[in-house]
Structure formats: structure tokens, C-alpha cells
């Protein structure tokens, strides 16, 4: 089994990446919370992996960090999740927003990743319930009401998780709703 591959980075196509360890070329998908946090081609990375061999072929897929790998492999186990799936669930949010929506039981927030509808949605929240919250630390999933309900107001107005998260992680500890909703409008609209 392949567990990890360091070595450098060659070409960058998202979902996929190709990875040259010592003249071999690896092509690994990756969700896109990796692939952001890549380097430029040309430089040495290492991703921690899962391998998957088929009937109709051999798959290895990276991550960044030990909790995305957990989480996709939490992922997979689910019937009727696939590997692509599981991709796209870390594409569309973060190890800790997956499992803050896990704690939460908030299929509205599953919802949002495309692919996922309402019924793998609530599947997804029954099958993972207490598996992820084990594996990470506790601060990423103490996420206050308050938070929660900035983050969803934001995401009502029509912004994306990833720009939402990003005004999110920027207010200060405590703030009210309606300040923290004011305070994340401002550095919403500065980008």
C-alpha cells in the first residue's frame, strides 16, 4: 500500500496532480483544499495518500493533512459514497466545517457541496455522527452559536463557503451577530 509520496510536483490539473518521486511519475487526485495549498510546479511536495485498486483500475488519491485523509476514508466507508464523492465533500468544505456540520447534524450545509442532495446529505450526518469529532481537535468544532449564525447569514446573502469561512476567521473572539455580520460584510466587500 502506498501511504505517502514525496517528491516533485510536475503538472497541476485540477482534481489531479502528477508527482515525480525518483523518475516515477504518480498521478494522485487530490480534493481542492489540497490542491490550493500546493506550491508551484517544479517544487517538492509530500502528500499523505490512499490507495485504491478495482476492477477497472488502480487509484491513489493525496492529501495535505492526517485529517483529510481520516475524513475521506471516514467518507468512503459510507454506502454510496465513492471516492469521487468524498472528494468533492473536501472540496466543498473543510475537515473542521464537515465536522462542525456533523456535530450540528446541519444537512443544509451538506447540501450546499454539489452531488450531495438531501438524502445523502442526512445519510452522511446518521453514518458520521461521532467519527470525525474524535479525530480532530476539539477547537475545530467548537465553533460558537454565534459564529454559526454569522457564517449562515453570510452564506444566505449569497457567498460562498470559502469566502464566508475566510470573513469568519478574521472577526474577533466574542463578537455579537449583528457586529460580526457588519464586520465580515466590510472585509467581504474589500476583496
Do not use: C, W
Not at 477497472?56 to 483529510?68: K, P, R
Not at 475545530?140 to 452559536?145: G, K, T, V
Not at 452564506?155 to 473572539?173: C, F, H, I, M, T
Request: proline share 5%.
Amino acid at each position: 500500500m502506498i501511504g505517502r509520496l514525496s517528491g516533485t510536483l510536475l503538472e497541476k490539473n485540477p482534481p489531479q496532480v502528477l508527482v515525480d518521486v525518483h523518475g516515477l511519475g504518480y498521478e494522485v487526485d487530490v480534493p481542492m483544499s489540497t490542491f490550493y495549498n500546493l506550491p508551484a510546479a517544479g517544487e517538492t511536495i509530500s502528500l499523505l495518500t490512499h490507495f485504491v485498486v478495482r476492477e477497472d483500475g488502480q487509484f491513489l488519491y493525496g492529501f495535505g493533512s492526517e485529517a483529510e485523509r481520516f475524513a475521506f476514508r471516514q467518507l468512503v466507508k459510507i454506502s454510496g459514497v465513492g471516492a469521487r464523492m468524498a472528494l468533492s465533500v473536501l472540496s466543498g468544505l473543510s475537515v473542521g466545517d464537515l465536522a462542525a456540520a456533523i456535530a450540528r447534524q446541519d444537512a443544509g450545509r451538506l447540501t450546499k457541496v454539489p452531488g450531495i442532495g438531501k438524502k445523502t446529505a442526512e445519510r452522511l450526518l446518521l453514518e458520521l455522527k461521532g467519527k470525525l469529532a474524535d479525530a480532530l481537535p476539539s477547537a475545530a468544532l467548537a465553533a460558537p452559536d454565534s459564529q454559526h449564525d454569522i457564517l449562515n447569514a453570510l452564506l444566505a446573502l449569497g457567498y460562498n463557503d470559502r469566502e464566508a469561512s475566510a470573513a469568519l476567521k478574521q472577526l474577533p473572539a466574542g463578537v455579537s451577530i449583528p457586529d460580526g455580520i457588519r464586520q465580515a460584510l466590510k472585509l467581504l466587500s474589500k476583496t
